[in-house]
């Protein structure tokens, strides 16, 4: 499984220390999101809105039939990255040609959960626009933000986040204070003093938590004394004088500033440039001091980093313990303590770090070490994000940005971060023209994104330049690896002089070079074309050489599973072809047992097909039933069934009505409903394990799902079938796209058990099924708004993979 990945994206955190009081706090939350659909808690840095959101989340996990969803934005700073950001939250992968909040938006339509937006004061306009757009378009979904000042979206509930009363903030203060001293408790005789140090702190959980820390070193009276002292300097000495809030913080702050060490004051502001979680190599690579001169040695950044976690500055993260964090207000504070020429230099540093990251993970990619380096990039992205955000801010630092960008596209690629991919690349292309090896690898490996996204059209023009740059500039794997993509485009087009002579050239370049991994790439991307257009035995011949290659590579290439899944799921579709079910349910079992260490969502979803096909073929046909409902969800989520390839979809078709035969339509619908509801994760290891049910059947007595069954939109589409309107008038008059209209039948005619639309008309009319509610439209005809960041208007699908080729229902309607 992924290694040292410790909490899945979009699910709440355990808490580790106790949540104290806020119980009228948590009421009126409560009951703001039970009259509302928008509530938004405000207040400074420090006062506990995130902690006090998440509580009541908690809590109210039970109410909401499809539970809750946290999206942390602390980290994200570009907001063109929100929509990604909630799509990843929700377990959401991208679609081919679709923009990112379309997708978000359709998802939530139908469903009824919780959406937690926590830290949007630096994202607010964005956050504000998405709140806007869900709150018209997904009624089931309430919001629920933190914020230092409102969205200010019509229908939003605020509730300005108080400090702690009295009592709550003495408990606050007596259970960190015996976390810190054990055996510390509140007594009457030193209950006075705890009440003024909270007092003097307004009650502000921040400040209590930083306080208590020095009890380590002084005794409660002599701390509170001391505390009182300084805060008489800012005041003037009047003890009756109150300071405003945000500068009762920053006091507490500057008293555990105090408190540290130089070196650690230094560290403390050096660490202020990690965006996100960071590890103790980061950290010395970052924040140390050259050998020559400075006072923070790289042999010391051990000793002064457990130093500012002993005085919580710096905060343990993970289940192991082995990632540090800090607070945002802890990171501004140590920003403000960083020069301008000092912060210019760590931002360098940091650059250099993750771009040293990433080239590694590329260089690493046929070893054993791919695994461990995919999910340390995974918990890197936030820097990885901050990093390229501050090169492509400096005029010597886009080429870098380039090289770190395109190094990681098979990051992108796994991770389901296409667009993100190339939305760092196209940006870098777009601020340096000149001829370069690193435009040329830029233009390579985003074309290459974009044909995976089904962009043919860009990313054949992208590959092409891709050549003419690598040939000026003397790049002659850049040029055979373009020309190799080149090669398969003609293929998928029908050119097959064309696409056989160009291909033959860039392998003739490959053997010439001897690149491990361009080779790889080579006989992978040839495989995959030739499996496409049924050449099953050229495919394995590719898919074999692939594997050969891979075995072969430095490192031996044992524990590789990035390519090694995808391979083998295309050997899996080439047995298919052939006949042979059996063969192709083996490897299609050895695909998912290699895709599941990285969660690859596309390669396990093929497999999972695949199995599906298979089983069917060979006689499991409740096995079937059920991967069949199980990547009927996964496809949709995706976007397209089988990556858009029309010819799977047909066989995809086949299957489904073999297995509705063999079964009977009660049983099929049953055990489609029942897989449809498992997670990817479920569905592998019960695929890997040959389970013929999903879940454990409740009795005779069940029902499969009928009409009830339906969503609201399911519902809404099958009034318009019922109204004799074909898929395209439906995508139409529901503004939404053929495709998603083509999977909205499928999905109710699985559900249902029905093999025609007559079948949904005559449903439709015998139930009175509510009319569609209409949306309103723009002057584009679009009922959702421009202005999202991650929208972009008039963006079209590609051809060939991925391009979400019109499927054909088995009754014969488009």
């Not at 292309?429 to 985003?446: F, M, N, V």
């Not at 297995?659 to 339509?665: D, K, M, Q, T, Y």
């Amino acid at each position: 499984m992924a290694l040292g990945y410790t909490r899945r994206t979009g699910t709440l955190p355990v808490e580790v220390t106790g949540f104290v009081g806020r119980v009228a706090e948590l009421d009126r939350v409560r009951e703001l999101l039970r009259r509302s659909r928008l509530a938004t808690l405000i207040g400074p840095g420090g006062v506990g809105k995130s902690r006090l959101a998440l509580r009541t989340a908690l809590s109210l996990k039970g109410e909401y039939d499809d539970g809750v969803v946290l999206v942390e934005l602390s980290a994200l700073h570009d907001p063109e990255l929100l929509p990604g950001a909630v799509a990843d939250a929700l377990g959401l992968p991208e679609q081919s040609g679709r923009v990112m909040v379309d997708v978000v938006v359709e998802h939530l339509e139908d469903l009824r959960l919780l959406l937690v937006l926590d830290t949007c004061e630096h994202l607010l306009d964005a956050c504000a626009l998405l709140a806007d757009l869900l709150l018209r378009e997904a009624p089931g979904v309430t919001l629920l933000a933190t914020s230092r000042q409102p969205l200010d979206v019509p229908g939003e509930h605020t509730l300005l986040v108080p400090p702690l009363g009295d009592e709550d903030a003495i408990e606050l203060f007596a259970q960190r204070a015996a976390a810190v001293v054990p055996g510390f408790a509140v007594t009457d005789g030193n209950r006075g003093d705890v009440l003024a140090l909270c007092t003097r702190l307004d009650g502000i959980p921040l400040a209590i938590e930083l306080a208590t820390v020095r009890l380590r070193a002084l005794p409660l009276a002599q701390l509170a004394a001391r505390l009182e002292q300084r805060f008489q300097v800012l005041t003037g000495g009047r003890r009756s004088a109150a300071l405003p809030r945000h500068q009762t913080l920053r006091t507490a702050i500057d008293w555990s500033h105090d408190l540290c060490s130089e070196p650690e004051r230094l560290l403390w502001a050096r660490l202020s440039v990690f965006a996100g979680s960071f590890d103790l190599t980061a950290v010395e690579e970052v924040c140390s001091d050259d050998e020559e001169h400075g006072s923070l040695a790289r042999s010391e950044i051990l000793e002064h980093l457990v130093g500012l976690v002993d005085k919580s500055v710096v905060l343990r993260d993970g289940d192991e313990g082995a990632r540090y964090r800090l607070l945002d207000t802890i990171r501004e504070y140590g920003a403000d303590r960083c020069t301008e020429a000092e912060r210019e230099r760590c931002r360098r540093r940091h650059r250099d770090h993750y771009l040293g990251r990433a080239s590694y993970f590329f260089e690493m990619l046929l070893t054993a070490e791919q695994v461990p380096l995919y999910w340390q990039l995974h918990r890197d992205l936030a820097d990885l994000r901050s990093a390229l955000e501050y090169s492509l801010s400096r005029p010597d630092g886009v080429r870098p940005a380039l090289v770190m960008a395109g190094r990681l596209w098979p990051f992108w690629s796994t991770a389901g971060l296409l667009k993100e991919g190339r939305y760092w690349l196209g940006k870098g292309l777009a601020l340096d023209h000149e001829p370069s090896r690193e435009r040329s690898q830029a233009l390579l490996w985003g074309s290459l994104l974009a044909v995976m996204q089904g962009d043919v059209g860009p990313a054949l023009a992208g590959f092409q330049e891709t050549c003419r740059i690598a040939e000026a500039c003397g790049s002659e794997l850049d040029r055979v690896l373009a020309l190799g993509y080149i090669g398969g485009i003609a293929w998928m087009s029908g050119d097959e002089a064309n696409g056989r002579g160009t291909s033959s050239e860039a392998l003739a370049g490959q053997l010439r070079i001897g690149d491990p991994l361009g080779l790889v790439v080579h006989h992978h991307t040839s495989a995959y074309i030739q499996s496409l257009i049924r050449r099953s035995d050229e495919s394995d011949a590719h898919a074999d050489e692939a594997l050969r290659r891979i075995s072969e590579a430095p490192g031996g290439g044992v524990g590789e599973c990035m390519i090694t899944s995808q391979v083998l799921g295309i050997k899996g579709m080439a047995a298919w072809t052939r006949g042979d079910a059996p063969e192709s349910v083996r490897l299609a079992r050895e695909s998912l047992r290699s895709s599941r260490e990285l969660r690859d969502s596309y390669a396990a979803t093929n497999s999972l097909e695949l199995l599906a096909w298979g089983s069917a073929e060979t006689g499991c046909n409740r096995l079937a039933a059920w991967l069949l409902g199980t990547c009927s969800e996964l496809w949709r989520k995706i976007g397209s069934p089988m990556i858009g390839v029309a010819i799977y979809q047909d066989d995809h078709s086949r299957v489904e009505e073999q297995v509705r035969g063999a079964l009977g339509p009660a049983e099929f619908q049953l055990l489609f409903a029942q897989g449809a509801q498992l997670s990817l994760d479920q569905a592998v290891e019960l695929a890997l394990a040959g389970a013929t049910r999903p879940l454990n059947p409740t009795g005779p007595g069940d029902r499969p799902p009928s009409y009830e069954s339906l969503t609201r939109r399911e519902r809404e589409v099958a009034t318009l079938v019922s109204a004799g309107l074909t898929n395209r008038e439906i995508s139409e008059q529901l503004v939404i796209s053929k495709r998603t209209a083509d999977a909205h039948i499928e999905h109710i005619l699985a559900k249902l058990g029905f093999s025609s639309r007559t079948q949904i008309a005559a449903l439709a009319q015998g139930r009175g099924l509510p009319r569609p509610r209409t949306s309103e439209r723009g002057a584009n005809g679009s009922a959702r708004g421009g202005g999202i960041p991650g929208k972009e208007p008039g963006a079209g699908t590609g051809t060939g993979a991925g391009s979400g080729t019109p499927r054909r229902r088995s009754d014969g309607r488009s």
